[in-house]
């Protein structure tokens, strides 16, 4: 069966990258997967949280939202509804942790990246075009600082890019869009760095359990996937 | 003094109008005036709240956001904090009733368009942009459901834009930009029809009260810019 | 058409004013327009908000809210719901804005005075019942400050009023009680200071929109209505 | 030593109850118990909650809250807070038993009085004078109820009062103030029926434990109070 | 008519008391009465609250909770409401002021014990249980304190325990179980010192209002069932 | 280096599995992974939530919650803060997605069971142990239903166990303690079903990234462990 946009089993899809979109933000880039349009904002502040004080060491935390007009049909917005939903909060969590994998904290000083990753259009992936995204916004937001005397050394290790994949009718794709991720039997969201380890594996029976075999066929091709969009990444950032 | 981008006193911004922005929405516009970014959308529900069922008779509502990082700095979500802060619902609810002002409930027949209007960058004039751009999301809503036969008649009786107006050092001037809202004497935000009358007047004194003859200056300019702002969301939808 | 309490357009309901009506308060006051009973007390604080410490500048703020059988049918708690309305915080901050606007921060000292205006009857006008007594009650309690030596100079320049007006039957009339106010087609709010200028003015087309020789007629009303809310206000206080 | 009023041990402090203090609500009185004052309103809905519908039985709730400023310093509002404080709801919740006890659900009809106590201002005892004072509100609106045919019978069994005790340097005393409640060893709340029996007895060792002979004296001179107030509440309601 | 579980009706339920049933707590004790299960867990911090500082005494506080299925039925979670319910915080004052009769500040040191009581199973008496039950954990934390040369003497001056109590079918009866709680006419909670004497006495007619002799039969009935509890509490500690 | 406890690098800790712990839930078990303490209770209800009505089908999800004093140092509750943290939300919906790997909707008719895992004390491993005791409570209430004949056919299609794995300088470990866990390069939680199949998969580089080589070493070593604990699972349901 072809998948709804012709796309080869292993094709990222198209994807686009608009550095400094925000006239105000230290670092900040639109990113689009196909549909999938997410706005990375990062804000560079010259202190850190209160049990991070006096450590010599920065910080770099994340926050996730949707429009409420993102998706298909309208959703209510967290700020109504009084307090952010788990899945906001678990990606949020998660797009921390994963940039977090590319940072050193001593050569960041004691100073805080927040990144706002917020998705204007939904079309599958949107964490995964988030933590590819913020990345950028991220190396931006360090350019600045440095051009302030504000780092000690470099503190970007590596960069960091992600992907998902899943099954679907037997059948192992890269880079999900909605259509496919709500019919996919196992779903995996694959966070890797610049040069092809593991930063996060997070993958989900949604219909049927899967076996040994299986996983590792979704590994080979996010680690694919991760790849090329490290290669986008620094051709966007002008490397 | 002249004003921070050169413009005449009775001048508005470049106005930039995207219609269409968002795939799913009814309708939906990215507007800009100048620096200022409001993405608004439109929602069609076959349904009315609770209060207004079996009535006969639609309703239009609209909700009022920003980014965390539109501004110069950071502001905390309001997700986070737990609600929404009392300027987001003030202007949500100018907006709702801004907009109210055009529809004919009974052609709308019983249907609800929620509105959108998230700003991703703030220059200033925020809320003007947002009901400026929030009508031409609307006329586009409504001409999708007129096409699926929803509506009875026309439900746009008229149109509806706005615009900010100030006193700086001691001249009126038209659609301020944020550096010239923050030092204004008196800040006045107006909404009229596209036939000229008013729909919202709310004028305050930052600094210091103004008397009659400073009311009138500020009336005559806003209605003077929403007239060219009714001019260019005409040609927007193609009228 | 005649006007439910047969007022002539241009008159006020009757107003009664009692002074230091809670023991405690540094200054309070229980005033009534007609069957709208407002209690406004002040307190005092010999501190300011954080954002403000050190500046040799004091600060005025304000919280409106009512009691739950304020109205003809009982409204739930706020405190209930869990967070205060749109409607009370979009109240509060304008009786903050009006009341400041008669204060020289500088003279208060860094003190801050807090007004509370509770709803204990409502029968229209409420907010604008608030801030001509909140003003009095401010006035009372910068008295108090100035027996203990907390002030330098007279913090307050002038002072604050406010009424309500509208348009019903193409009649604009002054002070609308709440039978008016739910039929008027036009509804404003205006906010004068002793002088006669003008610190609010809120308009908003409840039915249709309005033109420029009605907005000038309920300008020309409210003024007036302000002016004898003055004369009120300085016989209350004894001058 | 004295009372700080002078009163003796036994005696009430001067009570003062004012029918009918609202226009709209079905019942309503402000009572005073010395300088507490608290205003009782009792709305009637002709309707009952969901886990008792159908059941042929009526329903009454209590809510007891504060004004910020009914206290020496104020306090921050519920509502900004976020959420009704311990205290508010066990306050609530007593006056809700209290005032269920002379209530016969049956003749009441599937009909719900809520019952609003607001102190307006606070010096001791707010619970015990809400209490008495809410019964009369009640006993207004089933009047009303009455004249609508609403009742089938006679809803109100008995009368309900309440009334404060507690121990001063050894002294047992009634109806504590303020400056007496803050140095009791030993408060006691108290609610009796008309005819002299329990409805709550609420007695909390402040500062050091009780024995039964303190506890037998605290009973004595809270039935004493409890039947004054009986008095005091039947001569109100002209009976 | 004879109790659900054949006792006498001034006889106990079987009491169970396992201390240090948690590893990391400086007290604990899985207390039962019957079904009636609650983990009480005393927690030292050598810090107290911010009212509380440079004043040389300590600090006791206490929070009462029940599992989502410690009832017959199953309860939503507290934290997904979004608060502790009214009955909750109450029961949590209740616990915190009884405890903190014991306890003499001064010796304790500026030190704070907060005691969690979690109720695992519930079968009536849950907050007398806890009660109980937490004057054995904050006794096992005080011992801890003393170890580490935290305290300034002896910081319990007594101890403290407690009991439900009812009328059922006219009898008065001891340590009601779930089944009693529901049925009886009047529900009682009482909390003694060791050496008898009362820290608080909570009677509420749940049917009809009581009249002395009731009350009467009810404090004999319960000073002795405290007592009882307070040499099964001496037992436990191995005095 | 040798593990905290002496165990071998792919040894599971003691595991203690008592069913029945409580008396009114239709399954609940006491599991025990080492000092880890989790009580898993399951609740049936015989309806399912809105969005499922008139389905067919049934619904099982769970929450997952902490007792604060579960940890070294007291956590304040979540009722308390408000809200469930992002921690909490996000392990509550892993239990609830790999239990419902193991569910048959249409056997279990349209029927809800909650899961309710709550930590009494915390070692490491908390949602592995929640999850492992979680089914064990699900197969009791499943046997529950089909004794009275609410199920059609066998609602459990397998069964489902989980373990913790992780790198430590250099060695992969099955089943962390809490002193393992916090100095863990890499940390993975894997679900398996009773037949070997993988449910989940939540790797994570604490430290630095991970290889596939140690990918592949932490899979193998958790899939051993899940068969372990699915004979464990076993053995107490006495098959």
Known sequence: MARPDDRAPDQLRPVRIQRGWLDHAEGSVLIEFGGTRVLCAASVQDSVPRWRRDSGLGWVTAEYAMLPRATNTRNERESVKGRPGGRTQEISRLIGRSIRACVDYKALGENTVQLDCDVLQADGGTRTAAITGAYIALADAVAWMRGRGMT?????????????????????????????????????????????????????????????AELDALLDLAAGGCAELTVLQQEALGR
Chains 1, 2, 3, 4, 5, 6 share one sequence.
């Not at 050394?153 to 992600?162: K, N, Q, R, W, Y």
């Not at 679907?168 to 890269?174: P, V, W």
């Not at 092809?196 to 040994?212: I, K, L, N």
């Open 152 to 212: 000690k050394g470099e503190p970007l290790i590596t960069s960091v890019a992600a992907v998902s994949v899943g099954v679907i009718d037997g059948e192992a794709r890269l880079d999900l869009c909605y259509e496919e991720d709500v019919v996919a039997q196992t779903d995996m969201n694959v966070v890797c760095t610049g040069d092809g380890r593991f930063v996060e594996v997070q993958g989900t029976a949604e219909g049927r359990p899967f076996d040994r």
